[in-house]
C-alpha cells in the first residue's frame, strides 16, 4: 500500500550534523501523518517528530526540539529530519512511519537508517 524507504545515516562525529530522508512511494494519498522515530539498543521506540503530509504542520518532541527539524519536499513526497549538533546519545535506528486514511495507528514503517556517533 505504501513503501517507505530511509537513508541518510552513517557516523558522525559529536556535533556534526545529518540530514535523513524517507521516500514514501505507493498509494501515497492515503497518507495523513508522517513521523521519525528512533530505536537504541536496549531501549524503546521513542518518538521525535511529525508532519502533516499535505499541510505542512510540524511536531517536534521536546527531547529534540531546537536541535531536530522535520520538514517535506510537497514535490516529491520526500520528509527529512535535519539532525544537528549530534551526540552519542543520538545513537540508534531512525525510522520513518506514517498514518494512513484507513489505519488505527502508524500502519506503514520504512527498516530504518542506522545513525552511529562517535565522541
Known amino acids: 500500500q505504501v513503501q517507505l524507504v530511509e537513508s541518510g545515516g552513517g557516523l558522525v562525529q559529536a556535533g556534526g550534523s545529518l540530514r535523513l530522508s524517507c521516500v514514501a512511494s505507493?498509494?501515497?494519498?492515503?497518507?495523513?501523518?508522517m513521523g521519525w522515530f528512533r530505536q537504541a539498543p536496549g531501549k524503546g521506540r521513542e518518538f521525535l517528530a511529525d508532519?502533516?503530509?499535505?499541510?505542512?504542520?510540524?511536531s517536534h518532541a521536546d527531547s529534540v526540539k531546537g536541535r531536530f527539524t522535520i520538514s517535506k519536499d510537497n514535490a516529491k513526497d520526500i520528509v527529512y529530519l535535519q539532525m544537528n549538533n549530534l551526540k552519542p546519545e543520538d545513537a540508534a535506528l531512525y525510522s520513518c512511519?506514517?498514518?494512513?486514511?484507513?489505519?488505527?495507528?502508524?500502519?506503514?514503517w520504512g527498516q530504518g537508517t542506522q545513525v552511529t556517533v562517535s565522541a
Open positions: 508532519i502533516n503530509w499535505r499541510g505542512g504542520r510540524a
Open positions: 505507493g498509494y501515497t494519498h492515503s497518507i495523513l501523518i
Open positions: 512511519a506514517v498514518q494512513t486514511i484507513t489505519g488505527t495507528d502508524w500502519s506503514y
